[in-house]
């Protein structure tokens, strides 16, 4: 009996650990929240406006768009493949009191149409970064920020790196800089 149960339990971490972890690493990226210090250091960096359209592509815990919500007046979707942290992530969002603000959705963030989008927020891997771009930029508002954490767009120049190399901010302004994307 205590066997049987602790197969159980095994093979339930093994499952869970599949979907938490294996399966986004595969998809485009492993599970690695921002720290709070570091989330709030990128919105100021990205000089929000309250009433913009933040999309955190791959949410995880839904931490970016609660406190873009809550501390800085936007409002915000998730793109997040793993079931179980768009579960935790609407949960936190209920708690959090900001559910007329946020949604979270479950996709794959290569499938997603970004035209509702104000600023995106990317912390991907290059290989992923590299699959959405340049293809994504035909999606976006003509002025749109693309806001990157720890890994920036290969073939594009930010317009504001911070000292540490860890925020890149790049503002599309489509219309005067044709061609922006080598
Ligand atoms: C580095 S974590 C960032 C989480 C969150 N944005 C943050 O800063 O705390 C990347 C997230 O992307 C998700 N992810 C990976 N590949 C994805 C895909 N193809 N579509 C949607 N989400 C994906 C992972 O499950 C993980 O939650």
Redesign the pocket.
């Given at each position: 009996m205590t066997n049987l149960l602790v197969s159980i339990l095994a093979i339930g971490a093994a499952l869970l650990l599949a979907v938490?972890v294996i399966g986004?690493?595969l998809?485009?990226?492993?599970?690695?929240?921002?720290s709070r210090r570091n989330?709030k250091r990128a919105l100021d960096f990205c000089e929000t406006q309250a009433g913009e359209h933040l999309v955190?592509?791959?949410?995880?815990?839904g931490?970016?768009l609660i406190t873009a919500a809550k501390e800085y007046g936007l409002v915000g979707t998730g793109?997040?493949?793993?079931p179980i942290?768009v579960w935790l992530a609407n949960l936190r969002v209920r708690l959090a009191g900001v559910s007329d603000q946020v949604k979270i959705v479950r996709?794959?963030?290569?499938d997603h149409d970004y035209r509702e989008a104000d600023i995106l927020?990317i912390?991907?891997t290059h290989q992923?970064i590299d699959k959405l771009f340049p293809k994504i930029l035909e999606q976006l508002k003509p002025n749109a920020k693309i806001l990157c954490?720890r890994f920036c767009i290969q073939g594009m120049t930010p317009d504001k790196v911070n000292a540490d190399k860890t925020l890149f901010l790049y503002t599309l302004n489509k219309g005067t800089r044709v061609n922006q994307f080598r």
């Amino acid at each position: 009996m205590t066997n049987l149960l602790v197969s159980i339990l095994a093979i339930g971490a093994a499952l869970l650990l599949a979907v938490m972890v294996i399966g986004p690493a595969l998809f485009g990226s492993p599970w690695h929240p921002i720290s709070r210090r570091n989330l709030k250091r990128a919105l100021d960096f990205c000089e929000t406006q309250a009433g913009e359209h933040l999309v955190d592509l791959g949410s995880g815990d839904g931490r970016v768009l609660i406190t873009a919500a809550k501390e800085y007046g936007l409002v915000g979707t998730g793109i997040e493949i793993d079931p179980i942290k768009v579960w935790l992530a609407n949960l936190r969002v209920r708690l959090a009191g900001v559910s007329d603000q946020v949604k979270i959705v479950r996709a794959n963030i290569f499938d997603h149409d970004y035209r509702e989008a104000d600023i995106l927020f990317i912390y991907l891997t290059h290989q992923a970064i590299d699959k959405l771009f340049p293809k994504i930029l035909e999606q976006l508002k003509p002025n749109a920020k693309i806001l990157c954490y720890r890994f920036c767009i290969q073939g594009m120049t930010p317009d504001k790196v911070n000292a540490d190399k860890t925020l890149f901010l790049y503002t599309l302004n489509k219309g005067t800089r044709v061609n922006q994307f080598r």
